[in-house]
T-cell receptor, first 111, second 116 residues
Framework: ETGVTQSPTHLIKTRGQQVTLRCSSQ?????VSWYQQALGQGPQFIFQ???????GRGNFPPRFSGLQFPNYSSELNVNALELDDSALYLC??????????FGPGTRLLVL | AQSVTQLGSHVSVSEGALVLLRCNYS??????LFWYVQYPNQGLQLLLK??????LVKGINGFEAEFKKSETSFHLTKPSAHMSDAAEYFC??????????????FGQGTTLQVKP
């Protein structure tokens, strides 16, 4: 059974650019949640996708958007990058509201 | 609104000593509670979870936690620390799906240092 995978592992962008992060959910899971973890902080909920529909959103601006595909993999897109977007982005998959299992994360640095 | 407070951003213990990491929560609905561990440059690994069954929950690597509703606490313990336990520990609360997301609210984390 394959766990949650994320790509890329690291990414460097400049302010104003756009970025796409990818997540493959664990086999059998139909729900993907995205979290942002700033340095020295706990993860913050960005949004969740369930069966290809957004199913809840945290306190993040609209320039954070996402997609979920029929195979339940997911993308997180961030437009107009700001310096404060530098963080570890974590994807977690689950079966509905059950326990969330996390991937290794993508570390984004915005210069 | 739900929230989590982890008391102590850094905890240092000697190898073989008791580990106690404190977590208090606030929730207007019966909570689901979790402890996750994060090793350097890695994602989060689930240690254990409480979902309204037994109040004493056993997890991986010898860790356990006790849900105390009267104290709104869910402290993590391990009888004997090992060097490999050095990591960042996060307590998290979920509404169990009553908001239809089951999103996790995390504490700020506690760094556990284990001294030889």
């Amino acid at each position: 059974e394959t766990g949650v995978t994320q790509s890329p592992t690291h990414l460097i962008k400049t302010r104003g650019q756009q970025v796409t992060l990818r997540c493959s959910s664990q086999s059998g899971h139909n729900t993907v949640s995205w979290y942002q973890q700033a340095l020295g902080q706990g993860p913050q909920f960005i949004f969740q996708y369930y069966r290809e529909e957004e199913n809840g959103r945290g306190n993040f601006p609209p320039r954070f958007s996402g997609l979920q595909f029929p195979n339940y993999s997911s993308e997180l897109n961030v437009n107009a990058l700001e310096l404060d977007d530098s963080a570890l982005y974590l994807c977690a998959s689950s079966t509905g509201m059950e326990t969330q299992y996390f991937g290794p994360g993508t570390r984004l640095l915005v210069l | 609104a739900q929230s989590v407070t982890q008391l102590g951003s850094h905890v240092s213990v000697s190898e073989g000593a008791l580990v106690l990491l404190r977590c208090n929560y606030s929730s207007s609905v019966p909570p689901y509670l979790f402890w996750y561990v994060q090793y350097p440059n890695q994602g989060l690994q689930l240690l254990l979870k409480y979902t309204s069954a037994a109040t004493l929950v056993k997890g991986i690597n010898g860790f356990e936690a006790e849900f105390k509703k009267s104290e709104t606490s869910f402290h993590l313990t391990k009888p004997s620390a090992h060097m490999s336990d050095a990591a960042e520990y996060f307590c998290a609360v979920s509404d169990g799906g009553s908001s239809n997301t089951g999103k996790l609210i995390f504490g700020q984390g506690t760094t556990l240092q284990v001294k030889p």
